[in-house]
């Protein structure tokens, strides 16, 4: 594989010697684009080009060399499972070849933790993987992504990025795809990791990690990225919930349910009744809290060894989805197995 970035060609004959650096984009405000450069808010995302993106980012020639790729032009809220599939199985070819050093992906804020723990789950390699997004568009005033691209690719060209598992840089900060959430619908300052904080920072150049990932992840993982994808839906509690989505997500056949409980995962008596006559007619439930920080406790907030529930831990329901989609397209289906899974991960 040949390595070249027409957007933004090597600016010195040490150029050479530059990691090389594979940028996938798929979207995003980081791609969006507005008539008006005062609105943050009502534009089109998705609608820049990578090879645009990289353009207005000379520092990128002298920090790598670049091989920028268009997977998708989305709106990550509309992210698709068969999406997931073709970014997972590509970024796995590129670092398969000695051309690569790293990749980075271009993503809307909306869904990125839960692509980035997907990633962090099926990639193959332990070389680094970027993602990187924006809270404004391309054309805004004080635009976010042109930093956060830079720092990305930063990251990803950094030796200490090795075999950290997936990455997010945002807002100086590097966070694991497993501990990062999304946290404000505005601010720049959008992506957190709730309770143990970012892996590290980066800036002008400069990365620094703090901590590592203890979690098995890429390498250590037991999973890849298959073709099919197990249904797996999420309900949630709250005061007055009825049965009515979790019978009909039974009766239409769905493979595995994630609820987002209240407080430690807890759950409404009419809801927990339902979940139980699932996990009696064989569809695994995940018990997951709706709060946003911390983590279930098993057998705590609900009898998980008596009801046949799976505690989640500290997953999120929308990442607790991402890995049990994976256990179930592994044909992990005892709650047992699954409790290990979600133990180990
Ligand atoms: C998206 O997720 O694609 C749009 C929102 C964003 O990137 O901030």
Redesign the pocket.
């Known amino acids: 594989m040949t390595i070249s970035n027409s957007s933004v060609p090597p600016s010195s004959a040490g150029a050479a010697a530059l990691p090389r650096i594979a940028v996938l984009a798929t979207?995003?405000?980081?791609a969006g684009s507005a008539a008006d450069a005062a609105n943050t808010a009502g534009y089109k995302?998705?609608v820049v080009g990578v090879d645009q993106l990289l353009a207005a980012v000379p520092a990128l020639s002298s920090v790598a060399r670049l091989a920028p790729e268009q997977i998708a032009s989305v709106?990550?809220?509309d992210m698709a499972l068969p999406l997931w599939t073709t970014l997972a199985q590509r970024i796995n070819t590129l670092l398969a070849s000695d051309d690569v050093d790293g990749v980075v992906i271009t993503h809307?804020?909306?869904?990125l933790e839960e692509t980035a723990y997907l990633l962090h789950l099926t990639i193959k390699s332990d070389k680094p993987v970027v993602l990187t997004?924006?809270?404004r568009p391309a054309s805004a005033l004080s635009a976010d992504g042109p930093l956060n691209l830079l720092n990305a690719v930063t990251v990803a060209a950094h030796a200490s990025a090795r075999g950290q598992g997936v990455l997010v840089a945002f807002n100086n900060r590097i966070h694991s795809a497993r501990d990062v959430v999304k946290t404000s619908t505005y601010a720049v300052d959008a992506f957190q990791s709730p309770e143990i904080g970012a892996l590290g920072w980066v800036q002008d150049g400069r990365v620094e990690f703090q901590r590592r990932v203890l979690r098995a992840h890429t390498l250590a993982s037991e999973f890849a990225i298959g073709a099919a994808w197990p249904q797996v839906e999420i309900v949630a509690s709250y005061a007055g919930v009825s049965r009515i989505a979790v019978d009909a997500l039974v009766a239409a056949g769905v493979r595995g349910i994630v609820v987002a409980g209240t407080g430690n995962g807890s759950i409404h008596q009419s809801l927990q009744q339902a979940l139980v006559d699932a996990v009696a007619r064989g569809v695994p439930v995940v018990r997951s809290s709706r709060v946003g920080s911390g983590h279930v406790m098993r057998n705590g907030a609900a009898a998980d060894d008596a009801l046949g529930f799976v505690g989640a831990g500290a997953l999120n329901p929308y990442k607790a989805r991402v890995l049990l989609m994976l256990a179930l397209a592994a044909g992990v289906t005892d709650a047992a197995a699954l409790q290990k899974v979600f133990d180990t991960y």
Request: charged content about 20%; proline content about 0%; cysteine-free.
């Open positions: 979207g995003g405000t980081i995302a998705g709106d990550s809220k809307g804020t909306d869904t997004a924006a809270m």
